[in-house]
């Protein structure tokens, strides 16, 4: 079965601090893929990236950093030097490779408020 | 633009009525789905449907019904059935090739009266 633990239920940090959320999943594929959905308090979820199982290459997009760790099972994700336009909840999520609708079985997402 | 509608944005039951929360999307995406989230919690999938005319239950699926009658449009019904409908209600859309992200709707707040 599959599952996505985000033990950090709340993070707060001072603007331009570097913060980083954790994601730990299980699953018994050995081909998934792992998504970061960031939620502002407008509601809607902003997809932030997605990274195949087979692909361990860390990832940088300007502020944004993800490492993806198999011998873990961890997808992290850094802000660098956060701003207050990064206070959101961040969820990790997980899907099976699959050629049709892919479910996504989502952590319970973590809180970042970031303090100016 | 392209993108997913979602409406209303807040919606009230009363005690053993039906509402109907609507969800059209222009991206031209054959699958669609339906989570809830609750506080504190992650969404779960209520329902998702691959193409016209099917759909298939998701964790969360009692009291709650859909149909995919046209591409563009994935409404859900939520029943008298459903004891405690009040959540947040996300539709999302993807293609089906090559595990694509899903795009989200601005999401419906329902409550209960």
């Known amino acids: 079965a599959q599952k996505v633990t985000q033990a950090q239920t709340e993070i707060s940090v001072v603007e331009k601090e570097d913060v980083t959320l954790d994601c730990v999943y299980e699953?018994?594929?050995?081909?998934?893929?792992l998504f970061w959905y960031k939620q502002p308090p407008s509601g809607e979820l902003v997809f932030l990236i997605r990274r195949n199982s087979f692909d361990e290459q860390n990832e940088i997009s300007g502020r944004y950093s993800w490492n993806f760790q198999k011998s873990t099972s961890s997808f992290n994700f850094t802000i660098t030097a956060s701003q207050v336009v990064d206070s959101a909840v961040y969820f990790c999520?997980?899907?099976?490779?699959?050629?049709?609708?892919?479910?996504?079985?989502f952590g319970t997402g973590t809180r970042l408020t970031v303090i100016p | 633009d392209g993108g997913i509608t979602q409406s209303p944005k807040y919606l009230f039951r009363k005690e053993g009525q039906n509402v109907t929360l609507s969800c059209e999307q222009n991206l031209n995406h054959d699958a669609m789905y339906w989570y809830r989230q609750d506080p504190g919690q992650g969404l779960r999938l209520i329902y998702y449907s691959q193409i016209v005319n099917d759909f298939q239950k998701g964790d969360i699926a009692e009291g709650y019904s859909v149909s995919r009658e046209k591409k563009e449009s994935f409404p859900l019904t939520v029943t008298s059935a459903q004891k405690n409908p009040t959540a947040f209600y996300l539709c999302?859309?993807?293609?089906?090739?090559?595990?694509?992200?899903?795009?989200f709707g601005d999401g419906t707040r329902l409550s209960i009266l």
């Open positions: 999520a997980l899907s099976e490779a699959f050629v049709g609708a892919n479910n996504l079985f």
């Open positions: 699953t018994r594929d050995t081909t998934y893929y």
């Open positions: 999302a859309s993807s293609s089906i090739t090559g595990n694509q992200p899903q795009h």
